[in-house]
T-cell receptor
């Protein structure tokens, strides 16, 4: 069975500081990995995805994530956060059929 | 371009009442369709998956059902709502052709509160 763990429920970061969100997954084969962002009352927007190849993936809005097979992790990073990055972030794992398993999410608060 | 429409945006229903949420996709054909639910404080859980008209896979046992009467229409239903059915429901679609399948696209969601 596939599953995702996001250990941090809530993270507060100062504007301009760096951000790292943790994601650990369990999957029986080579996974498809995703990070989505959800603003209040909105649907999900894809930030980035990993299927294969280079383990460091660049996404939209200045985000990047690194796939580490040995650690079963796919952590999301941003060097300098903006107030508009305040949102809920979801890590997900699945396959080409997009039957995804999501983590419980990490809420990011940005303070001025 | 492809778009996904989901309605209503919010819904408050009494326990025991029926439910019908509709999702339609435009600008593509033969999509895979999905219903996800996000309960309070939890991540999204896949409820139903469909690869074609009348082909529905239920991923978790529950009080809900889904139907796909047309290629780009996906409906989530219940005959009698329970309090535990409250949550944020998201419809999604992806391209059927695996070679072209790059991501799943999500609708804006429906916030359902059962009272």
């Amino acid at each position: 069975a596939q599953s995702v763990t996001q250990p941090d429920i809530h993270i507060t970061v100062s504007e301009g500081a760096s951000l790292e969100l943790r994601c650990n997954y369990s999957y029986g084969a080579t996974p498809y990995l995703f990070w989505y962002v959800q603003s209040p009352g909105q649907g999900l927007q894809l930030l980035l995805k990993y299927f294969s190849g280079d383990t460091l993936v660049q996404g939209i809005k200045g985000f990047e994530a690194e796939f580490k097979r040995s650690q079963s992790s796919f952590n999301l990073r941003k060097p300098s956060v903006h107030w508009s990055d305040a949102a809920e972030y979801f890590c997900a794992v699945g396959a080409y059929d997009y039957k995804l398993s999501f983590g419980a999410g990490t809420t990011v608060t940005v303070r001025a | 371009s492809q778009t996904i429409h989901q309605w209503p945006a919010t819904l408050v229903q009494p326990v025991g009442s029926p439910l019908s949420l509709e999702c339609t996709v435009e600008g593509t054909s033969n999509p895979n369709l999905y219903w996800y639910r996000q309960a309070a404080g939890r991540g999204l859980q896949l409820l139903f998956y469909s690869v074609g008209i009348g082909q529905i896979s239920s991923e978790v046992p529950q009080n809900l059902s889904a139907s796909r009467p047309q290629d780009r229409q996906f409906i989530l239903s219940s005959k009698k709502l329970l309090l535990s059915d409250s949550g944020f429901y998201l419809c999604a679609w992806s391209v059927r052709d695996r070679a072209l399948n790059t991501e799943a696209f999500f609708g804006q969601g429906t916030r359902l509160t059962v009272v």
